[in-house]
């Protein structure tokens, strides 16, 4: 069956469009003419490569985590709270989106390095030493992509409409419940959207990590830090990683993507 | 034991201030009658405790629950509310919106069934509330409100978001519930109608204090102020229609609907009472002779209250009122053509 272009649209926004659409899809079929197809299951097998995909899925989980039992309730306080300063704490909740990553594990190394300003304290009273360690991966991916869902979660609940959390309280339920069965499932659309995009955002993040916790294999390196060394070592290793992340990535969006649209 | 005793005070962000006492029976209806921006929903937030008084207190069933000195928590006072647009929970089924307040945890569904079965929406346990009509939102809200077993009732404009004919069938529903409830009922609404045909005792609101209190009648008859005179501008009878003729408390009107039966609303405008000075010739008409007992100037019209059998609010010109040489106590003659005798069912 053949589409017709509606005529709403310019035939030269159908050319741009195409060629938009190119940019995206190019660098894929760049990486695609690469792939070592017959040796993608031992690549991907590697000990750099194993150690990789279980690093970043565990860091990135665990951060996804993290972030959701900080931002939550920062993007609850954003939404309902008005305080002196609150758009400057939301300016400094949306800087990890446009500071360069590379600056964030620089300034987060300051914090919270051996010789940092919290993080000295830390190690001299706990022994905790984030730099260079699972966790130091872990609080660059919070750093990171925690916005994501702070954001997502602080737009929704302003929308919400609070009377409905009022008439739950008058047929008994005490602020945890009302959390926990009318505020939650009705802002649950923008809660999945923002945690995938927490995910996928602390899954492929680079700059923060690399800065604050280095490259070590099986320790701090994750999938896009083995694809950045292998580049220089091994190029089929970072063919078939990057192939790896490309395919978990777009699996994710999409899913979540129809999944959204189910819920409009 | 006593039902609902309340001060409340409440001084609002945009200024407003809210100062009204209310005393509720148990078994008890009372309206809080007012126009739009009197304070209503402001009482309903107080009573339901979404909103802490500034001054006074609320005592239910003999528990303080706000004053200078305690604040109860909405979830633990036990108040059961309609809101005006229901807020029925988007994400869950109808059973499970009514589920929501049921205190004994085992047997939730069960209970909302139950009650969804009482307001005639048993068939419709499973849909979402974006499925249901205004008025089966309406009954599952009410069922809702009921299911948690409150000790006061208090429903916000629960018919106003109906359209004229889901609302007289609502009414007759939420009469039934309402009798059927023990405790104290306090109803808030805009509309006279609804306040005089659901309310044993209305309380009238305006700009955040009562300006009146007292039965349908008592509001009817003796107008206090310019917003209840014109509220009461109708004259709203409650009786029963039977091949064409209406008995409203003994006294029978004429109707032009020969059709309508059983129990209905009788609406007479005050403009569409004649008064003469001897019977007046021609029929079919309602006649009858009465006295007037109270006159008063409003612009260059005149109110009337006329007395037995059928006491009515009439409106003449201040003309005919000095040609007439009307006064109280004067005897007249009142018609009313059958035609302008407006009858609703329910």
């Not at chain 2, 802490?52 to 706000?66: A, F, H, M, Q």
């Not at chain 2, 349908?216 to 102020?225: K, Q």
């Amino acid at each position: 069956m053949r589409r017709r272009i509606p005529a709403s649209i310019p035939a030269l926004f159908v050319v741009f469009g195409g060629l938009a659409l190119a940019v995206f899809a190019l660098p894929l079929v760049g990486l695609l003419s690469r792939t070592p197809w017959r040796d993608l299951a031992g690549l991907l097998t590697s000990d750099v490569a194993r150690d990789a995909v279980r690093l970043s899925v565990s860091t990135s989980v665990a951060a996804t985590a993290v972030a959701t039992v900080l931002g939550v309730p920062l993007a609850f306080v954003l939404a309902r709270a008005s305080f002196v300063g609150r758009s400057i704490v939301r300016g400094l909740v949306t800087l990890p989106l446009v500071l360069p990553p590379v600056v964030g594990g620089a300034a987060l190394l300051f914090a919270l390095g051996r010789r940092g300003v919290v993080g000295e304290p830390l190690a001299d009273a706990t022994g905790i030493v984030l730099p260079f360690s699972w966790w130091g991966v872990v609080a660059a991916n919070v750093f990171i992509a925690m916005p994501f869902l702070v954001i997502s979660v602080e737009g929704a609940v302003r929308n919400l409409d609070g009377r409905y959390e009022g008439a739950a309280a008058t047929l008994g339920a005490g602020r945890w419940e009302v959390l926990r069965r009318v505020t939650l499932p009705m802002i649950r659309p923008s809660l999945v959207a923002g945690l995938a995009l927490t995910w996928a955002r602390a899954f492929g993040e680079f700059g923060a990590t690399v800065t604050f916790a280095g490259s070590l294999q099986g320790r701090t390196q994750t999938l896009p830090l083995a694809v950045f060394v292998a580049l220089e070592s091994d190029r089929e290793v970072a063919v078939a990683l990057s192939l790896l992340m490309v395919v978990v990535s777009l699996v994710v969006l999409v899913s979540l993507r129809s999944w959204w649209w189910r819920f409009r | 034991m006593s039902g609902l005793e309340a001060h409340l005070r409440v001084r609002r962000d945009d200024g407003f201030v809210l100062d009204m006492s209310l005393s509720l029976d148990h078994g008890e209806t009372v309206a809080l009658l007012g126009p739009n921006g009197a304070g209503k929903s402001t009482a309903v937030s107080a009573l339901a405790g979404l909103v802490p008084l500034d001054e006074g207190e609320i005592v239910l069933g003999g528990r303080t629950l706000d004053s200078q000195d305690v604040f109860v928590r909405p979830d633990l006072r036990r108040i059961g509310v309609v809101f005006q647009d229901y807020l029925l929970f988007p994400h869950l089924t109808a059973a499970e919106n009514v589920a929501f307040g049921v205190r004994d945890r085992k047997r939730r569904r069960e209970a909302a069934i139950t009650w969804l079965a009482r307001v005639g929406l048993a068939d419709l346990a499973d849909h979402m509330p974006g499925s249901l009509s205004g008025g089966q939102a309406q009954r599952v809200a009410l069922a809702r409100a009921l299911a948690s077993a409150p000790e006061l009732l208090l429903l916000d404009e629960p018919l106003a978001a109906l359209d004229v004919r889901t609302r007289l069938a609502m009414r007759r529903v939420l009469s039934e519930h309402l009798r059927a409830f023990p405790g104290p009922r306090l109803l808030i609404t805009h509309d006279p109608t609804e306040a005089f045909t659901l309310a044993d005792r209305i309380l009238v609101l305006e700009a955040g204090s009562l300006t009146q209190v007292g039965t349908a009648d008592d509001i009817r008859l003796r107008p206090r102020t310019r917003y209840v005179a014109e509220l009461a501008g109708s004259n709203l009878f409650v009786g029963v229609a039977d091949e064409g003729s209406v008995d409203v408390g003994g006294h029978v009107l004429q109707i032009a609907d020969r059709f309508i039966a059983g129990p209905v609303t009788v609406t007479v405008r005050p403009s569409a009472v004649t008064v003469h000075l001897v019977r007046p010739a021609g029929s079919p008409r309602n006649v009858w002779e009465t006295v007037v007992d109270l006159l008063e100037p409003i612009g260059d019209r005149v109110r009337l209250l006329t007395g037995a059998p059928l006491p009515l609010t009439v409106e003449i010109t201040a003309e005919s009122a000095v040609a007439l040489g009307l006064g109280p106590g004067v005897p007249v003659w009142v018609a009313v053509k059958a035609t302008e005798v407006e009858v609703e069912e329910g």
